[in-house]
């Protein structure tokens, strides 16, 4: 019998969907090692210049007007715009998986974006066909833009995204809350001091890290001028993602700190480094925080994006794993109250009480009893 073909299709705005794209593929070469598993970035130049210009647009409207991002948001958060919205894109983007089909012609397709998702969804209702469809969301709350038909499994991330789709009327056998997928990596991960050990830092200082997501945004210049007010020596671990510009700003700002500073670029060292640090300063990426959460590290979360990483705050702040540092607020101030007392302990304990480690595994598991494999 020939070898089951698994589509995955994710896309490269930020990290956070390709790394649960990582994560499923990870676990599905596991379970299924004889099956050829395929992922294609639905947003790359290699896959489609008109789906990469859309990209380019949307990180510039990030990076110049985010409150317009808001709108757009907001507009699509009813049923109606997020109807509309659904659909422009699916019409746009289905020329491309008209190509995909035909070129891998998958047994499944597994999409841990909107786009994809809901490409698929009308590439299905065209055609009349049964082609397994699995849709992983990657956030902490629901937005109408995942929300499509002929999907023959969901997975979201907690029980109240499950009962707010079973109120839409989807029907509660193909709703699946098991978290948001991550890499098994975190399970096998060293303890705190081995790590330190591991990547050559004391055991002496209060250690936190550093985050912008894998565009490296999230302000890390103010972090760090507001860090240099605390006269309690810290080491400081920056991660600058692809922003090379970053890596070397916060390079030449070590020189003066009274802080130990390292810097990576684009890394795959992260949960070495979440785990290893004693706070998580970063913009609350969903994956991000799941991540945190499986390793019990406390976070200060900062400008969210609007929209989803807001909610992303919201739900970590609202279960005591995190601190949401309004603007206004001051930085330094709020980590030094965070360093006081029992607080880094309790945060620390309630981000294992979130923490959904074994995701992937289980997500993988029900796609492929779903799909017959």
């Known amino acids: 019998m020939a070898a089951k073909k698994i589509l995955i299709l994710t896309a490269s705005i930020g990290s956070g969907h390709i790394k649960a ?3 499923v593929a990870e676990e599905l070469t596991r379970l299924l090692p004889q099956a050829e598993i395929i992922t294609v970035d639905f947003m790359a130049r290699t896959t489609s210049l008109w789906h ?3 990209k380019k647009i949307y990180l510039e409207m990030l990076n110049f007007v985010p409150n317009l991002y808001d709108v757009f948001y907001k507009l699509s958060s009813n049923e109606a715009g997020g109807n509309c919205g659904k659909n422009i894109f699916a019409l746009f983007m289905l020329p491309v998986f008209n190509r995909l089909q035909a070129r891998y012609q998958p047994d499944c397709v597994i999409c841990t974006h909107p786009f994809p998702a809901g490409t698929v969804s009308l590439w299905k209702e065209r055609h009349h066909s049964s082609l397994p469809l699995a849709v992983v969301m990657t956030d902490y709350s629901l937005h109408p833009m995942w929300l499509c038909s002929g999907v023959d499994s969901y997975f979201m991330a907690t029980e109240d995204m499950r009962q707010g789709m079973i109120e839409q009327g989807f029907a509660a056998d193909k709703l699946y809350a098991e978290g948001i997928p991550i890499s098994a990596e975190v399970q096998n991960l ?3 001091e081995e790590l330190r050990k591991m990547l050559g830092i004391g055991q002496d200082k209060r250690v936190i890290l550093l985050m912008g997501g894998g565009l490296g945004l999230g302000g890390i ?4 001028q507001e860090l240099e007010k605390i006269s309690q020596p810290l080491v400081l671990l920056v991660v600058a993602g692809r922003n090379e510009q970053l890596r070397q700003q916060v390079e030449d700002f070590a020189i003066g700190s009274h802080h130990v500073i390292r810097t990576w670029g684009y890394t795959d060292e992260v949960k070495k480094l979440m785990g290893a640090s004693d706070l998580l300063i970063t913009k609350p990426g969903a994956l991000t925080i799941s991540e945190a959460f499986a390793l ?3 976070m200060l979360l900062h400008d969210p994006i609007p929209g989803p990483e807001t909610e992303n705050a919201v739900y970590a702040t609202r279960h005591g794993a995190a601190v ?3 603007p ?6 709020a980590v030094e109250e965070i360093f006081q007392g029992e607080s880094l302990k309790r945060m620390h304990e309630q981000a294992l009480n979130r923490a959904r480690p074994l995701a992937s595994r289980k997500i993988v598991k029900i796609i492929l009893s779903s799909a017959g494999f």
């Open 21 to 23: 794209a990582e994560a």
């Open 52 to 54: 990469w210009l859309t």
């Open 190 to 192: 060293p303890a705190k």
């Open 221 to 224: 210049e103010h972090t760090l």
């Open 296 to 298: 019990g590290t406390p």
């Open 324 to 326: 949401w540092l309004h």
């Open 328 to 333: 206004g607020e001051k930085l330094a101030a």
